[in-house]
């Protein structure tokens, strides 16, 4: 117990640096094994000398293993998160995304809470959050879906709101989303609980 306890205190010493492992084996490469004698080694011995190789492989294992885990933490972190920013009012997202961002006026139900977001500097989100009902309008250039809504819906229809053909997507005669462009720009209205049609066209009427 002793000697084990001594062994363990002198492992949790040593340190092999890669200089010394380098020069490990250079050195056991450069052995001549043909002229190594080919002797009957005596069984007790042959133990200690299995030891000192088990202890030399460890040592030369957790150098390598150090080294890569020093190698690894060098290395930059990659993540990927998208540049999504709250600001507290419309005026501020504007200038966060480059455009004057439209808004709703006439939102059918009462709104509790208004969120500005803009994501990744390009698409400006404001969110008008309800006791039962929350509406999102997003704005961004170019002529792409920007509602990010891939629901297969039974009722589909299209209609014309202020001059501009805007797509009604909903079931059972309740609109949720509203998709369509105008002068360069892509819009997009959900809502997370579907409204009738008048609902939405009063809501579309009022965006401005």
Same mark, same amino acid.
């Given at each position: 117990?002793?000697? =084990? #306890?001594?062994?363990?205190?002198?492992? !949790? #010493? $040593?340190e092999v640096t890669v200089e010394m492992r380098d020069r490990i084996l250079t050195n056991i490469n450069r052995l001549d094994w043909n002229k190594i004698p080919n002797k009957m080694i005596p069984f007790s011995n042959? =133990?200690?000398?299995?030891?000192? *190789? *088990?202890?030399?492989?460890l040592l030369l294992v957790g150098s390598v293993l150090v080294q890569n885990m020093i190698n690894w933490t060098k290395?930059?972190? &990659? &993540? *990927?998160?998208?540049?999504?920013?709250?600001?507290?009012?419309?005026h501020e997202l504007s200038k966060a995304v480059g455009f004057t961002v439209k808004e709703i006026q006439d939102v059918p139900f009462e709104v509790k809470t208004v969120q500005y977001t803009a994501y990744w500097?390009? $698409? @400006?989100?404001?969110?008008?959050?309800?006791? #039962? !009902?929350t509406v999102v309008l997003r704005m961004a250039a170019g002529s792409k879906d920007v509602s990010g809504d891939y629901t297969v819906y039974t009722d589909i229809k299209n209609i014309t709101v202020n001059g501009h053909s805007v797509t009604l997507k909903g079931d059972a005669n309740?609109?949720?989303? *509203?998709?369509? &462009?105008?002068?360069?720009?892509?819009?997009s209205? &959900?809502?997370?609980?579907?409204? @009738?049609?008048?609902?939405? $066209? #009063?809501? $579309?009427q009022s965006v401005e």
């Open positions: 117990m002793i000697l =084990k #306890n001594r062994y363990d205190k002198v492992m !949790n #010493n $040593l042959y =133990k200690k000398y299995l030891s000192i *190789a *088990a202890c030399f492989m290395e930059p972190l &990659q &993540q *990927a998160i998208p540049d999504i920013v709250e600001y507290p009012s419309a500097k390009e $698409l @400006s989100q404001i969110r008008y959050i309800g006791r #039962n !009902n309740k609109y949720r989303t *509203a998709v369509w &462009q105008a002068q360069e720009y892509s819009y209205v &959900q809502f997370t609980e579907g409204i @009738s049609e008048q609902e939405m $066209l #009063n809501t $579309l």
